[in-house]
């Protein structure tokens, strides 16, 4: 099979993809039995290329509504959606908390590959109806069994017993129902982990390169999966207030450069806030001071280096919450302002060590 498991984000990647399927069907042409795979045998080359492009427009539906089956579930019982993930077989939809409650996330992971078997189901009915009346050759007979069959497909990998896919989640439900969250992820993880590594000598063995790709692809997940889980429980509760640095020494935007690498030298600090009186105007971090040639450091003022965008967060905002922001905006700092004055620096130092301190709670 000419399929690749691709992940897709922006709309020409999108549009890629749908060619690539649609390139893949009109070039492929095999019959076994009751169905007949790909439209490779139908003439006129116009026909046969309609119906692949219709075939991947339609399968691109059926995996946004196997999403759509799993965000239902969480929106019906209160949980955001941020964003969709869609992955080619299956996706992805960052919820804004993980639902601690196995049986719920059972019934969310359990969505999508049921709306993805209700789709097969009823593509390949219609396909076999259709093909009674005009033959198995037919492009309509062999849209319908064809897309029955991709579903069915789309439905059992996402089924198979590892992150990222559905089957890891359904695992770890299972398993949460009777230890804690972290070692029935770590249990579930594990198994993908091993899952992964049995497809990748097979990979090997047979030369497949499709299933070196899934086998990494089941590894990296499985890992992520285990280390997002395991942060997020250690920091649970944890506000910024508890693990901040609140001695915050501050520059003034007029300090040389040069002084500033003294005064990084001496406290051991890499960034500080860049105070003007009372009012923070910015960040200055090493980043921003190694960007300065060496010999223009004693003539360049902080205020012409530092960074002036500020994403600020309060005291009592979680920890967790945090640590998103720094993943996501790429940043190593953020400033903690309370009513307006600066009460403290939030490093990603600060994060690691509350951390690991707090590791015991998960082992
Ligand atoms: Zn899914």
Redesign the pocket.
């Known amino acids: 099979m000419a399929f690749l498991i691709l992940i897709y984000n922006g709309v020409i990647t999108i549009i890629f993809i749908i060619l690539f399927i649609a390139w893949s069907f009109a070039n492929t042409h095999q019959a076994t039995g009751s169905i007949i795979y790909g439209f490779g045998a139908i003439e006129p080359a116009e026909v046969r290329w309609l119906f692949s492009l219709l075939l991947a427009l339609i399968l691109f539906a059926c995996v946004a509504l ?2 759509l089956g ?1 965000s239902y579930i969480a929106l019906k019982h209160g949980i955001g959606i941020k964003s969709i993930t869609l992955y080619f077989f ?2 992805v939809a960052a919820m804004e908390d993980i639902p601690r409650n196995p049986g719920l996330e059972l019934k969310m992971a359990f969505a ?2 049921a709306v993805s078997g209700i789709l097969g189901l009823a593509f390949w009915l219609a396909g076999t109806q259709i093909s009674s009346y005009l033959g198995l050759s037919h492009p309509l007979s062999i849209i319908f069994t064809n897309l029955g069959l991709m579903n069915f497909i789309l439905m059992a990998f ?1 089924l198979l017993p590892a992150f990222p896919m ?1 089957g890891g989640r359904l695992l770890r439900a299972w398993f949460a129902f009777g230890m804690p969250y972290v070692k029935a992820t770590r249990r579930a993880s594990d198994i993908g982990k091993i899952f992964a590594t049995l497809m990748f000598l097979l990979g090997l063995a047979t030369l497949n390169f499709m299933l070196l790709f899934v086998a990494f692809f089941v590894y990296v997940g499985a890992s992520e999966e285990e280390k997002a889980t395991e942060i997020s429980i250690s920091l649970e509760g944890i506000m910024v207030q508890d693990i901040m640095s609140t001695r915050v020494e501050s520059v003034s935007p007029d300090m040389t450069l040069e002084e500033l690498k003294e005064l990084m030298f001496r406290d051991k600090h890499r960034g500080y806030p860049v105070m003007e009186g009372e009012k923070l105007q910015g960040i200055v971090t090493i980043a921003d001071l190694q960007k300065v040639a060496p010999e223009r450091r004693a003539g360049t003022r902080v205020g012409e280096v530092m960074a002036r965008e500020l994403y600020l967060i309060g005291p009592e905002d979680e920890a967790a919450t945090a640590m998103k922001t720094m993943n996501e905006l790429q940043i190593r700092r953020l400033p903690v302002m309370d009513g307006g004055g600066l009460v403290g620096i939030l490093s990603r130092e600060d994060l690691v060590r509350a951390i690991e301190l707090c590791r015991e709670r998960v082992h």
Do not use: L, Y
């Open positions: 196997h999403e799993h299956g996706g999508g590959p996402n559905d």
